[in-house]
């Protein structure tokens, strides 16, 4: 199935990225619930795991905000 935007998902003590196959660069921002810039990734045509201690999270991309629950 392709994707036709980032997708977000929480795994064990990790947030997984997963981005479209469209040449696109997207730029995330993870935050911690506080505020607090935790982490800035850059993705192109790819998925990668960002591991996090257990927590609430807010995700940031260009076209959408999603909270993360990370356990």
Same mark, same amino acid.
């Given at each position: 199935?392709?994707?036709?935007?980032?997708?977000?998902?929480?795994?064990?003590?990790?947030?997984?990225?997963?981005?479209? /196959?469209?040449?696109?660069?997207? %730029?995330?921002? @993870?935050?911690?619930?506080? +505020?607090?810039?935790?982490? &800035? /990734?850059?993705?192109?045509?790819? %998925?990668?795991? @960002?591991?996090?201690?257990? +927590?609430?999270?807010?995700? &940031?991309?260009?076209?959408?905000?999603?909270?993360?629950?990370?356990?």
């Amino acid at each position: 199935v392709a994707l036709s935007e980032p997708i977000v998902t929480s795994h064990r003590g990790a947030i997984e990225i997963s981005c479209p /196959v469209n040449g696109r660069s997207y %730029t995330f921002q @993870i935050y911690a619930i506080t +505020g607090q810039l935790l982490k &800035k /990734v850059q993705l192109t045509d790819t %998925t990668t795991t @960002i591991a996090i201690p257990q +927590g609430c999270y807010i995700v &940031k991309c260009e076209s959408w905000v999603k909270k993360v629950i990370v356990k």
